[in-house]
């Protein structure tokens, strides 16, 4: 098997699956801390809002938000979906160094620094 079929059969494709693996786990991350931080922010606004009117039902929803944002921050955090992307993404780069490699033997190792120097 030539390496250019070994790359286009076996290393490309394992590359945009863990390439769209790193996408999908860092939305849901960074969905999860958005929403985490928007809970936060109404907490302080329905304080303020409590300042100037104040009604009892402002302090529990802004309880409501205290608890629904650390239930976030912890699905996120006990679910690990930040280092699950982070290890897709370091295993797609891997896969590309291999790729360089790969390609660098192919061509008697010309220009491998440069295509390498960016994975180290």
């Not at 250019?4 to 059969?9: G, M």
């Not at 699956?17 to 999860?32: A, V």
């Not at 929803?61 to 699950?84: A, H, Q, W």
């Amino acid at each position: 098997m030539s390496a250019d079929d070994y790359i286009t059969s076996q290393v490309d494709p394992c590359i945009r699956k863990y390439e769209d693996l790193f996408r999908k786990y860092h939305k849901i991350h960074m969905g999860l801390m958005i929403a985490c931080f928007s809970c936060f922010i109404g907490v302080i606004i329905l304080n303020v809002v409590y300042i100037i009117v104040p009604v009892i039902w402002l302090i529990l929803s802004s309880i409501v938000c205290t608890l629904g944002g650390l239930f976030l921050f912890f699905f996120d955090s006990l679910n690990g979906y930040l280092e699950k992307s982070l290890d897709y993404k370091r295993k797609a780069e891997c896969l590309g160094y291999e790729k360089s490699l790969y390609k660098a033997k192919e061509n008697g190792f010309k220009g491998f620094a440069y295509r390498c120097e960016r994975y180290m």
